[in-house]
C-alpha cells in the first residue's frame, strides 16, 4: 500500500528557506501515471496547493507562490522535495505531500503532514 | 484565476441527505473532484471526475456536475460524516479548491 511521509523543520525563521522531504513507500516515483505534489493549509483555514512535479523533473507551481518555490524529485531515493524561500508568518501551516493522478490531477493518496511554525 | 465557491457551512439532520455546493464559471466543463477532512487528519478523496468514488467510500457519497454548479450528495447522513468538505478543479495548469464546507450532522 502506498504511503506518503512527510520531514523536515518544524520551525524556521523569517526570511529563511522552508524545505520539505516526502518519502514514497510501497511505489515507485517514477509511474508514468502520476504526478507529485505539496498542498498546505494554514490554521483554521483551506487548502492550497504549492506545485507539482513529475518524476521527470516537469513542474507546475501555483502563480502566486512561483517566485518563491522550487519543487524537486530525487528518484533514487522514491523521494520529491519542497523548498520555499523568504519565509513569513503566513507561511505558518501544515505541509501535506500527496499523490496526484496524470490525467485528472486529483489527489488520491496523502501523507499525513507536517506542521511547520515560522517565527524567531 | 479561476475560483471556486462552496457555502461555509451545511447543515444536515441525522440520516438525512446533505447537498455540498460548489459554483465556478461553467463548471460543468471541467472535472470537479471532492476531499472529506476531519479535525487533526489529512484529507481523503471521496470523489473524483465528477461522480466517482475510490474504493473503500461509501456508496452514500455521491457526486453530480453540471452548468455552474457541481454538488456533492451524501445519502442517509451519519454522525462520521461530521468534517469539512473541499471541491477541486485543475484549470490553466493551476490546481484550484473551494474554500471548503464544514458539514455539521444534527
Known amino acids: 500500500q502506498l504511503q506518503l511521509q512527510e520531514s523536515g523543520p518544524g520551525l524556521v525563521k523569517p526570511s529563511e528557506t522552508l524545505s520539505l522531504t516526502c518519502t514514497v513507500s510501497?511505489?515507485?516515483?517514477?509511474?508514468?501515471?502520476?504526478?507529485w505534489g505539496w498542498i498546505r493549509q494554514p490554521p483554521g483555514k483551506g487548502l492550497e496547493w504549492i506545485g507539482s512535479?513529475?518524476?521527470?523533473?516537469?513542474?507546475y507551481y501555483n502563480p502566486s507562490l512561483k517566485s518563491r518555490v522550487t519543487i524537486s524529485v530525487d528518484t533514487s531515493k522514491n523521494q520529491f522535495s519542497l523548498k520555499l524561500s523568504s519565509v513569513t508568518a503566513a507561511d505558518t501551516a501544515v505541509y501535506y505531500c500527496?499523490?496526484?493522478?496524470?490525467?485528472?490531477?486529483?489527489?488520491?493518496?496523502w501523507g499525513k503532514g507536517t506542521t511547520v511554525t515560522v517565527s524567531s | 484565476s479561476y475560483e471556486l465557491t462552496q457555502p461555509l457551512s451545511v447543515s444536515v439532520a441525522l440520516g438525512q441527505t446533505a447537498r455540498i455546493t460548489c459554483g465556478g464559471n461553467?463548471?460543468?466543463?471541467?472535472?470537479v473532484h471532492w476531499y472529506q477532512q476531519k479535525p487533526g487528519q489529512a484529507p481523503v478523496l471521496v470523489i473524483y471526475r465528477d461522480s466517482n468514488r475510490p474504493s473503500g467510500i461509501p456508496e452514500r457519497f455521491s457526486g453530480s456536475n453540471s452548468g455552474n454548479t457541481a454538488t456533492l450528495t451524501i445519502s442517509r447522513a451519519q454522525a462520521g460524516d461530521e468534517a469539512d468538505y473541499y471541491c477541486?478543479?485543475?484549470?490553466?495548469?493551476?490546481?484550484?479548491f473551494g474554500g471548503g464546507t464544514k458539514l455539521t450532522v444534527l
Open positions: 477541486q478543479v485543475w484549470d490553466s495548469s493551476t490546481e484550484v
Open positions: 510501497g511505489g515507485s516515483i517514477s509511474s508514468s501515471s502520476y504526478y
Open positions: 500527496a499523490r496526484l493522478g496524470y490525467d485528472d490531477f486529483y489527489m488520491d493518496v
Open positions: 461553467n463548471i460543468g466543463s471541467k472535472n
Open positions: 512535479i513529475y518524476y521527470s523533473g516537469s513542474t
